[in-house]
């Protein structure tokens, strides 16, 4: 009887002991779970481009508003979306600076404006992100390389002062991505400066409106929003 008295008490202890390591076990894995988004959005992702803006300290007005206006170097435009992994929130965005257009003004009216954006140039930190981007199962940039965005009604620019100072402007456009042209709104912040006039916007975009599917990560852990944002700052010059 003693011999299975002592038996049955080291049982107990072994008992004890494996479930004090299941315990420990279950904690770690729940901290690990809890950790994972957290070290993804800080130590795999980064943070995030700031969004494009105005550069500050715009010079007052040089020239008339008036006129023929292009495009020029240091413009840029791309895309900023949100994925989220369990409930950790991460944005990502990619630009390129291959933006091309112009504008006309008449009367202090933007009257026409045109201005393309070569989407198989956007890149963003990861590779790997941007060859899917550009795949066809998303952007299909071997067949829709380029982006345009038109000036769909004539927009007064009277508010827009001649001192630098910078005012916002709805702008109503047709957006053509992804082979479908649709009406959207730009909203944007226009500042003369110098010479030129810089234009900083965004445009809302749902995938799904011009036939995207968002990127689907491996195991659809990484669940990318399908609400994304159209980003740009253009300097324009007379020429």
């Known amino acids: 009887m003693h011999n299975d008295g002592a038996f049955c008490h080291h049982t107990d202890v072994k008992k004890r002991r494996w479930r004090i390591l299941l315990g420990l ?3 770690l894995v729940i901290a690990a779970v809890a950790a994972a988004p957290w070290a993804f959005r800080n130590y ?5 481009e700031p969004t494009l803006a105005l550069p500050p300290g715009a010079r007052p007005a040089g020239t008339d508003v008036n006129g023929s206006w292009t495009v020029q170097p240091g413009s840029q435009a791309g895309y900023r979306a949100e994925q989220k992994l369990l409930w950790q929130t991460v944005d990502v965005n990619g630009r390129t600076s ?6 006309e003004v008449t009367e202090s009216r933007l009257v026409w404006a045109e201005f393309t954006v070569d989407v198989a ?6 590779h790997g992100r941007d060859d899917r981007f550009r795949g066809p199962d998303v952007m299909d940039t071997a067949t829709y390389p380029t982006a345009q965005v038109t000036v769909s009604a004539p927009v007064d620019l009277t508010s827009v002062p001649d001192d630098g100072r910078a005012v916002e402007v709805e702008v109503p456009i047709h957006l053509t991505l992804h082979g479908v042209s649709r009406p959207a709104s730009a909203h944007t912040t226009i500042a003369r400066n ?5 234009v900083a916007g ?4 749902r995938f799904y409106d011009y036939n995207v599917s968002p990127p689907k990560p491996f195991a659809s852990l990484l669940a990318v929003q399908p609400v994304a944002t159209i980003e740009f700052l253009v300097h324009l010059a007379k020429g």
Request: proline residues 7%.
């Open 25 to 27: 076990l279950i904690v």
């Open 44 to 48: 795999v992702e980064g943070a995030p």
């Open 98 to 103: 291959d933006v091309t257009g112009h504008a």
């Open 121 to 126: 140039s956007i890149a963003s930190a990861h």
């Open 194 to 198: 110098g010479d030129r006039v810089d």
């Open 202 to 205: 965004a445009i809302p975009v």
